[in-house]
Every structure is written in structure tokens, then in C-alpha cells.
């Protein structure tokens, strides 16, 4: 299992800089940004597609400090009520498949995107009940008449280069949790699986332990976000978890995305590789820095320490005491 770093927190820096520095923090894997809510500072999209020389540079480039690359990341909305901006989204989805193909990438990671909650909508509506009726049937227009036969037509095109459509269980996305993630899988195919980021679901009630072993027993975890969450329960003892004040009004935010074992301790994020192993996964945990109250370099620094005594570096052996 590799400690990786999505490289979009050091995207004010040279790629060269970005790389050289975290290999000497002894990282493993890295993930560029390449489109959409991410940008695409240490990798233009456009400009290495179908460009086979400056692939190469870049490739040598990782190469030379002992980097893979886990995953390309193009986070947009493919099912926006604009049809404009919706298509604009696919089409960078479908670009970033063809560039892992050709850069021999294996993932790609994204959101599912939110449609309205009706064809005349015109603002992505995230439906979080059942009542009034409208909701529920708003919520079936979503996924019937907009998600499926979008995703089946971005599923197959990833079937056809044979790279991971990794989605991240995002709130105000259509999928933000497990059985959402799981109903895409199975409405589309096994390329379509998750980017399993536990931080948009700690403040959700959700177990990550438990949702890494329900969307592991059907294989559909294809890469990992590192990135944790604190929860401020003198606020959310007032105002809940479904919190709108700003990202950086932090003393009244009932959560806060944090650097990892800021949020949840160093033997919670033991547990969480232990279990990730239990159902098979064996890639990257791609440190996403998100921590407002610290410079992206310390979170990153910080997040690296506490997984690099986390994971398991050899294989299982024997279970002779068995």
C-alpha cells in the first residue's frame, strides 16, 4: 500500500519543485489534477494529450524519483441542468480516461455530478428526503432520466481504454455515500467504482470501516483520498452537521475537513488501512490537503507521517500460529 499526494495543495510550485519535494518526504505515488474544480496547474490536460513526447518527459520526470502515478483527477459536474456545462464536464472525463490510457494510469477520479430536480430546473437540486412526494419523484428524475444513461455512455467509453472511473462520495453530488456509489456500479459497470474519501463521510454518521467493507465485498473501491474530518459538537449540538457558514468561519463550522489525525487518531487510520487490506485494496491513500488551519506543506507533512507508520509495507506471511 502506497502513501501518495494529490499535488493540487503545491500547485503554486513547478512540477519539478512539487516532485522532488515529496519524494524526499519519501512518498510513493502521486495524483495530478487535470480539469475541472481541482485545475490542472502540474498537468494540462490539453497539452499532454496525444502528445507522446511530453508524456515521456513526464513520465521520466516521476520515474526519476521513484513516483508512480495513482491517479489523474478532473472533479466537475457531468450531470448539470446546463447542458453546456454538463457536456463540457463529460468531455473532460472522457479526455482524462484517454490520457491515463496513454500515460498508463490505471484511475481516474471525479464526481458523479447533480442534475436539477426536474427538466426545467435550471441549479443542481440534492434531494436528502423522501418528503414532500416531489422530492422523492425529483430524486427519480435524477437518477432514471439524467444519471444512468449519462454514466452508461461515460462507463462504456471507460471500458473501451480500460481505465477506473473513480467517483468520490461527495454531499450536494448524487452519489455522496455507499448504497448511492454501489446503485451507479451496478446501473453502469465494474469500471465505475469509488475514489473512497472518508472525510465527506465522517460528518454523515457513516462508519468508514464499515462502508470500506460494504463497497469492498463487491469490489468497487478503486483508489483512496486520504483526508479526515473534525467534528465540533458544541456547535452541532445547536446547528447539526448540515452546516452552511464558510469554510473559514472554522469557531462556528460544526465540522472541519483536517489534516490526518487532526480529525480521527493515529490507531483510527491503523484500523482504516487494516481494513482496506482486509477487503483487497492494495493502492494508494492519496493525501488530499484540505486543512484551513494549517499551510499545505505542514498538513501535507503531517498527513505523510501518520500513514507512513500506518501501512503495511511487505505481504502477509504464513499464519503459522494457525
Not at 197 to 224: C, K, M, N, V
Amino acid at each position: 500500500m502506497d502513501v501518495g499526494v494529490l499535488t493540487v495543495a503545491l500547485g503554486d510550485e513547478p512540477l519539478e519543485d512539487a516532485v522532488e519535494y515529496l519524494s524526499d518526504l519519501g512518498v510513493d505515488a502521486i495524483e495530478l489534477g487535470c480539469g475541472g474544480f481541482v485545475g490542472e496547474d502540474h498537468l494540462p490536460r490539453e497539452s499532454y494529450l496525444d502528445d507522446e513526447a511530453a508524456q515521456a518527459e513526464l513520465l521520466e520526470l516521476v520515474a526519476d524519483h521513484d513516483l508512480r502515478i495513482s491517479a489523474l483527477s478532473t472533479h466537475n459536474n457531468p450531470l448539470h441542468p446546463d447542458e453546456d456545462r454538463a457536456e463540457r464536464a463529460a468531455t473532460e472525463i472522457r479526455e482524462t480516461v484517454r490520457l491515463a490510457d496513454q500515460l498508463g494510469v490505471d484511475n481516474v477520479n471525479t464526481f458523479s455530478g447533480l442534475p436539477a430536480g426536474s427538466p426545467a430546473g435550471e441549479v443542481p437540486n440534492w434531494i436528502t428526503a423522501p418528503w414532500p412526494p416531489e422530492h422523492a419523484e425529483a430524486l427519480e428524475y435524477q437518477w432514471e432520466e439524467v444519471a444512468i444513461p449519462r454514466w452508461t455512455d461515460l462507463a462504456e467509453h471507460a471500458a473501451e481504454y480500460d481505465v477506473n472511473v473513480c467517483i468520490e462520495m461527495h454531499p450536494n453530488m448524487l452519489v455522496y455515500e455507499p448504497t448511492s456509489m454501489l446503485r451507479l456500479r451496478e446501473a453502469t459497470n465494474e469500471y465505475i467504482g469509488a475514489n473512497f474519501d472518508p472525510s465527506h463521510l465522517y460528518w454523515q454518521g457513516i462508519d468508514a470501516t464499515e462502508a470500506i467493507r460494504f463497497l469492498g465485498e463487491h469490489d468497487a473501491i478503486h483508489h483512496f483520498h486520504a483526508k479526515d474530518t473534525g467534528l465540533y459538537e458544541h456547535n452541532a449540538r445547536v446547528q447539526g452537521y448540515l452546516d452552511t457558514n464558510a469554510y473559514t468561519d472554522e469557531p462556528n463550522r460544526s465540522w472541519l475537513f483536517r489534516s490526518i489525525g487532526y480529525g480521527h487518531d493515529e490507531a483510527h487510520w491503523k484500523d482504516v488501512v487494516s481494513t482496506l487490506r482486509m477487503v483487497g485494496y492494495e493502492g494508494a491513500l492519496s493525501i488530499e490537503h484540505e486543512d484551513s488551519l494549517t499551510s499545505g506543506r505542514e498538513g501535507l507533512e503531517k498527513a505523510i507521517d501518520v500513514l507512513q507508520r500506518a501501512v503495511f509495507e511487505t505481504q502477509p506471511g504464513e499464519a503459522y500460529w494457525a
